[in-house]
């Protein structure tokens, strides 16, 4: 089959790679008709993760149809439309049977050559390295999924595969930032970041019952789309205050939940760390903390490389905010995340700005790493 | 000691190369091993403990251990406790004294922490309770033919 490999850093290509095999009875094989890019491929792509080898498959978000079945899989068949959740999750451990699938216990192979660790869960995912315990990703023809009963989600007729193919990744991270954030009515919220996880984020609190959701960019094509899809209301960093700008339109309190959700920041170069050069954009992160209102919650979604200097922690004590974090989204709001696809109150299918065969997916990739052409991810047809 | 025929059932595990390593890993007297918790060639390794999400009598059923772990019997102690908060299960193995690091593919595969194996077989026990099934690794282009693109 065909599928979209990493080659070396910054280099994708098209390859022949062998078919997946059903490897354990609880697997489906699922033949993909779209997959999606997504931030959490950028520092793949980099190269910057140190066990990714030539050939590994890419795309963590994609949707299908099942073509074969375990004899251990109980909830779906041969011919089923499934979106198949980011999260490899066994539906078993003490963590799934608390929600919690992106902490799965169970979700890494076994690798004779790998040290199991308990407390790792980054590599439960699909488009990961194989040598980190990762599975082959959706950019591909076919797919193996693990724990299908638990992973693998039946899409109702009423939803097409482009707003669907959201409901692996985007949609569930959205839709846990604003739950993380316990947004309830009457809520102001600030979201930094009006990619498609952000601008689902805002839709999400919006269905919770906010009463004013603000996103931050600098991208106007971005700040468009969330003001029409997602009722947001749009501030351009570059033009404005934003910090300001959210004091007026909080009354003065400061918004009661802020959302970073701005992706992978670039990699600075030791250079200009050590020379004090940040990154051209405003500290997302820093500034929501300063911005939350007092007892207020801070909720930041993945996208980092494990650290993050000149974090104002007097700030989050003296103001006794509460600070959350997810990288990955769980499984349980994927069922109900589609119904209200199907029902229409969460529309998904204007993300996919670009959408190609998967023979041009290395393009793909570079137009939503460079965001170039107003990209907000590539969706790819096999 | 370990009798040999028992070790031999190693082999699905770890492979019939590594299985003359894990063999020797059991058998021959510690010498130079990684030292224990503080440092101290000589104390004991230090335990490695998984929480498994069931009770007791599914971890061990009929107070016998499971078959992953059946492999090490004579190669390890086991120490088993409920987990606080109805957490199920904290189950914790250790290499007995006398081990020291394999060699061949053995020490390929667990270098010089005969704790590695220890974990790998927790974490399958732990695998086979909760998830069923002690979850594969997609076949790697290197185990088939290459087809080239």
């Known amino acids: 089959m065909r599928a979209l490999c990493w080659v070396a850093a910054g280099e994708l290509a098209v390859r022949e790679v062998p078919d997946p095999e059903l490897r354990n009875e609880r697997d489906v094989i699922v033949r993909v008709r779209r997959s999606a890019t997504g931030g959490g491929d950028l520092p793949l792509l980099a190269g910057r993760h140190p066990l990714l080898r030539p050939g590994d498959v890419l795309g963590a978000e994609f949707l299908g149809e099942v073509v074969e079945a375990g004899p251990g899989v109980r909830r779906h068949r041969a011919g089923d439309r499934v979106v198949v959740g980011a999260s490899v999750a066994c539906g078993g451990c003490w963590y799934c049977r608390q929600g919690l699938h992106s902490c799965c216990d169970n979700a890494h192979a076994d690798l004779p050559s790998a040290d199991p660790d308990w407390v790792r869960s980054d590599a439960g995912c699909f488009g990961r390295p194989r040598a980190a315990g990762g599975f082959a990703g959706g950019h591909a023809e076919y797919v193996r999924v693990p724990y299908a009963d638990v992973s693998a989600f039946r899409v109702p007729d009423a939803v097409d595969d482009v707003r669907a193919v959201f409901a692996a990744d985007v949609a569930p991270t959205g839709w846990l930032a604003a739950e993380l954030g316990a947004v309830r009515q009457g809520d102001v919220v600030a979201i930094w970041g009006a990619g498609a996880v952000g601008q689902v984020t805002a839709r999400a609190a919006v269905l919770r019952g906010a009463a004013r959701v603000l996103v931050v960019d600098r991208h106007e094509e971005r700040l468009r789309m969330a003001e029409r899809h997602s009722d947001a209301e749009p501030l351009d960093y570059r033009r404005t205050d934003v910090a300001a700008e959210l004091r007026d339109r909080s009354g003065g309190r400061g918004p009661d939940v802020c959302v970073v959700a701005v992706g992978t920041p670039p990699a600075r170069s030791r250079a200009d760390r050590f020379g004090g050069q940040h990154a051209d954009r405003p500290d997302a992160l820093r500034e929501a903390v300063h911005a939350c209102r007092k ?3 801070v909720v930041v979604l993945g996208g980092t490389d494990g650290f993050v200097d000149a974090f104002p922690l007097g700030a989050l004590t003296e103001r006794r905010l509460t600070l959350r974090g997810a990288g990955r989204p769980d499984l349980r709001d994927v069922p109900m995340l589609l119904d209200r696809m199907a029902r229409g109150e969460l529309r998904t299918e204007h993300l996919a700005t670009h959408r190609l065969p998967l023979a041009q997916g290395p393009e793909g990739y570079a137009l939503f790493r460079d965001r170039a052409d107003g990209c907000v991810r590539a969706v790819f047809t096999p | 000691m370990v009798p040999m025929g028992r070790l031999a059932r190693a082999g699905p595990a770890l492979g019939g190369a590594a299985l003359a390593g894990a063999a020797r890993l059991l058998r021959v007297p510690r010498r130079g091993a990684r030292p224990g918790a503080d440092g101290d060639a000589a104390a004991p390794a230090r335990w490695e403990v998984v929480t498994v999400d069931r009770p007791a009598e599914q971890v061990l059923p009929e107070g016998r251990w499971p078959e992953p772990l059946r492999r ?29 690091p394999p060699t061949g593919l053995a020490a390929h595969l667990v270098g010089d922490d005969p704790g590695l194996l220890v974990r790998r077989t927790l974490r399958q026990i732990k695998q086979r309770a909760e998830a069923g099934e002690v979850l594969r690794a997609d076949r790697s282009a290197l185990d088939r033919p290459e087809v080239h693109g």
Do not use: I, M, N
């Open chain 2, 72 to 100: 090490l019997d004579g190669a390890v102690e086991v120490r088993v406790r409920p987990a606080p908060g109805d957490r199920g299960t904290e189950l914790a193995a250790r290499p007995l004294a006398g081990v020291t």
């Open chain 1, 295 to 297: 007892s207020g919650v």
